[in-house]
């Protein structure tokens, strides 16, 4: 029997009683399939309903097969060796008792019919490029890119036949990322993959579109998926327009018979007054009058209350696509003042700034270089959470950092109560009228920060670093664009357009860094070295 997922009538609400999905009917077979949705959808739980990590309140989730998940944040423990992470120690340790001599019996059963395992693995972590990482190392400090590719290497060596995963390629660098998807392509059981990475998704077969909590299917990849959801939002747009014409349109026809009816009522009036007919027809007459009137009104509100939900009908369809736009005229830097100054910097972990560097003006600079090659490391010296090893930093304007963890919110507090803790001077309703434009509008901005989705999240300490007081006039963000979906990456890109200030962007995500009109290249190997956006690609 081939491998499944069904989800019937699932039900899911937050502890706050925030519903997440009332009745929700999917099922998932062979083959490769990207889930995509806004942010707050319900996308990573609807995964972890699957896997068994959440319990539906209600509903069936039935699986054929068994499942591998990778979440969308990674964390393994620095004391384990890698053949513990991968799941292979027991295996490994009965293998070479039994090589050395040793045949008890317990052994052979800890091996079952797995006799490769250790070659498996050894294979698994080349496909994945993590050759050098050998079984048994401990894996101390690993990137966060390497602890992902590890964890994914432990499920394919588990060979799942279900693999759900969610936001994989977040931390990877773009050496990291080809492997990855050169393993999704010659996955050959269920996948289900959520991502915000167009190239990941245009490996799929089929897209999965969760919307308002129901999952609507389209054939084919992800561009052919935008393809089919533009068609299909022009369509909305002009049933929108018909519907708001033809709402218009009953509202004029229903105003000409109310007229048309008090006319015919007056003059009614007239007749009785002037009495001339005998009292029986008119009464006669008067009773069909005002029957006929009623019906007549009657007809016209029910054509508009249908118009009426036509159109309300056709808005629906049309996808709200919401975009940042705020005034930040405080984070301005004028142009050739001194920014940031990098001398002879010499990092933790080894990464070295020889000479120095200059950050000047508006400049946006792109931060690059392979998983584990002191990215965040500088960032965090920059920001001072980090003591250099030796040489000098100095920041000339006020500066915030938005690391990739965005535990820069209190899971506790709302978010009005998160971006009210960096502008403390800012009144209660400067906040919120403020945090409207980056989207959070009346009860959104009492969400506790603890119950946003990864998008939502983002959005949340991006609103807290930008309106901070001070004004931050150099930002700087470590991944920015891992856990947001397109629309988000949008937002964020519109975000940062009316940010004036100086930018420092570590990113993987060569389409975003293009996007936000990046003037300076820095690549990180060892040394920091200027680039050039061909040279990256």
Known sequence: MSSSITCTSLSFSWPDGTPVFEGLDVAFG?????????NGSGKSTLLKLIAGALTPADGTVRITGEVGRLPQNVTLDTRLRVDEALGIAAQRAALHAIEAGDVSEEHFETVG???DVE???????????LGHIELDRTIGEVSGGESVLLRLAALLLHRPDVLLLD??????DLYARR????????????????????????LVDQIADLHSGEVTWYGGNFSAYEEALATEQEAAERMVRAAEADYRKQKRELADAQ????????????????????KIVMGARKRAAQESAGKHRIMHEERLTEAKERLDDAVDAVRDDDEIRVDLPFTAVPAGRGVLTLMDLELAYG?????????????????IGRNGAGKTTLLRTVAGELEPVSGEVHAHVPLRFLPQR????????????????????????????RLARFLFRGARADQKAGTLSGGERFRAALAALMLAEPAPQLLMLDEPTNNLDMASVRQLTSALESYEGALIVASHDLPFLESIGITRWLLLDGELRETTPEEVG
């Open 30 to 38: 062979p083959g490769r399939t990207g889930l995509v949705g806004a």
């Open 113 to 115: 019919d797995d006799w």
């Open 119 to 129: 070659e498996r693995a050894l294979a698994t972590l080349g496909e994945l490029g």
């Open 167 to 172: 936001e994989p390629t977040n931390n990877l």
């Open 179 to 202: 492997r990855l998807y050169a393993a999704v392509s010659a996955y050959p059981g269920v996948l289900v993959v959520v991502s915000h990475d167009r190239e990941l998704l245009d």
């Open 259 to 278: 007229v048309k009816l008090a006319r015919r009522k007056r003059y009614g009036q007239k007749m009785w007054d002037q009495k001339r007919e005998p």
């Open 351 to 367: 990464a070295r700034v020889a000479g120095g560097l200059d950050l000047r003006g508006p400049e946006r600079v792109a931060l």
């Open 406 to 433: 965005l535990d820069v919110l209190d899971d506790e507090l709302s978010v009005a109560e998160n971006v009210a803790r960096f502008a403390p001077g800012a009144t209660n309703n400067r906040v919120r009228a």
